[in-house]
């Protein structure tokens, strides 16, 4: 058993001896295995961190691009936010300006209208007047042909053909004169020959005498009462009513009968002829008519004259008016042709900003070269 044992406790020894060796041998040779891979793996161990660090030098060289192009798209970003400003700045400047200059013109346009309006207010007003100082005469039949006129004697009469005759404003009825004598009827004409009186009177007793003589003594004597009479009047009236300086060198007898006035030039010439002498003229209410047309020509004339230098007068300043009004459109269109150049500059400034920030905005940064633009700059508006 001892030896049993003996024998069996070394080949357990040679057991564990042969196992230990068996170890050792794989031990050595995986160390060898392992030398051999190590040295073949140092290679590519260097290969592998020479291109780590080509990785880690192309991370810095992105990282360092990547500032870059912030501190490009910052620098742009704000060279295009201060454009952008300048821009709108100048845009409210250009905006302003066009406003006043607008509001200027069109208070100067309504200005000039307003003055073109009044002047064309006084011309309708003057024609008015010339329209009215037709209108206001009737004719030498219309008189003729009413038979209350022709059968009026005196002042009625007078004063019935004088109105109808003339404007209201050409005449007055029994104006005082400056010696107190009272006219019947003062006609203002320009001078020459300047105002003038028709005083009316009618020898009435002497002619219904003459009429009525029934014997040649009682015809003399209406006759001699008739020449008395005419001369009496044409003395009171030269006395009376022609006045230096104030009225004119002449007047009129007005007989309100044509009968009578008739009777005078047929039968009683030196009458007449003295009449002329003493500047006091004669007429019947058909010559009065006829003088008083020659009158009323002589005033439309004077008035037509005054108006038409009013007329020329106001033409005149009307002329002026569109002379500055002209001036004026010319003014503003320049306004407008300023204006317009300088949305024209804005517009390509903002063109070309565009561009620029659309190249940014693709990092076409080749494309990006100095450009020889013949810069416009923004033209001051004229005041």
């Given at each position: 058993m001892v030896t049993i044992g003996k024998l069996t406790l070394g080949t357990t020894e040679m057991l564990v001896l042969?196992?230990?060796?068996?170890?050792?041998?794989?031990l050595i040779l995986a160390i060898r295995a392992a030398g051999k891979s190590a040295r073949m793996a140092e290679p590519l161990a260097q290969q592998m961190g020479s291109l780590g660090q080509r990785v880690q030098a192309l991370g810095d060289g992105q990282q360092?691009?990547?500032?870059?192009?912030?501190?490009?798209?910052?620098s742009q970003s704000a060279a295009q936010a201060n454009l952008l400003q300048h821009l709108e700045k100048r845009l409210g400047q250009v905006n302003q300006q066009m406003t006043e200059n607008l509001q200027g013109s069109a208070r100067r346009t309504a200005h000039s209208l307003?003055?073109?309006?009044?002047?064309?207010?006084?011309?309708?007003?003057?024609?008015?007047?010339?329209?009215?100082?037709?209108?206001?005469?009737?004719?030498?039949?219309?008189?003729?042909?009413n038979k209350q006129t022709r059968g009026a004697f005196g002042e009625i009469q007078l004063n019935d053909i004088v109105s109808k005759a003339l404007p209201k404003d050409s005449y007055e009825l029994q104006h005082t004169l400056s010696n107190g004598k009272r006219a019947d009827c003062l006609i203002h004409l320009p001078n020459p020959?300047?105002?003038?009186?028709i005083d009316s009177k009618f020898p009435l007793e002497a002619y219904e005498a003459l009429r009525n003589a029934d014997t040649e003594s009682q015809l003399r004597e209406a006759a001699r009462l008739l020449r008395a009479s005419v001369k009496k009047h044409i003395k009171d009236i030269s006395e009376r009513y022609i006045l230096d300086g104030e009225t004119a060198d002449g007047a009129l007898m007005f007989l309100p009968s044509e009968a009578v006035y008739a009777e005078l030039h047929a039968n009683f010439p030196e009458?007449?002829?003295?009449?002329?002498?003493?500047?006091?003229?004669?007429?019947?209410?058909?010559?009065?008519?006829?003088?008083?047309?020659t009158m009323r020509a002589i005033l439309k004339d004077a008035r037509m004259r005054e108006q038409a230098s009013s007329i020329r007068r106001e033409l005149g300043l009307l002329f002026t008016?569109?002379?500055?009004?002209?001036?004026?459109v010319e003014n503003l269109d320049r306004h407008f042709g300023q204006a317009a150049k300088d949305i024209s500059d804005i517009k390509i400034s903002a063109d070309k900003a565009g561009r620029r920030a659309r190249r940014l905005d693709n990092f076409d940064f080749?494309?990006?070269?100095?450009?020889?633009?013949d810069v416009v700059p923004l033209a001051k508006p004229e005041p």
């Open positions: 042969s196992v230990a060796m068996l170890i050792v041998l794989l360092q691009l990547a500032g870059g192009l912030t501190q490009v798209v910052e307003g003055e073109l309006q009044e002047r064309l207010k006084t011309i309708d007003k003057a024609q008015e007047n010339i329209t009215r100082l037709s209108g206001d005469v009737l004719s030498l039949q219309d008189i003729l042909s020959p300047g105002p003038i009186v009458i007449v002829r003295e009449g002329f002498a003493a500047r006091v003229w004669i007429v019947s209410p058909t010559t009065c008519m006829a003088t008083l047309n008016d569109v002379e500055r009004l002209g001036t004026r080749e494309e990006i070269a100095p450009e020889n633009d």
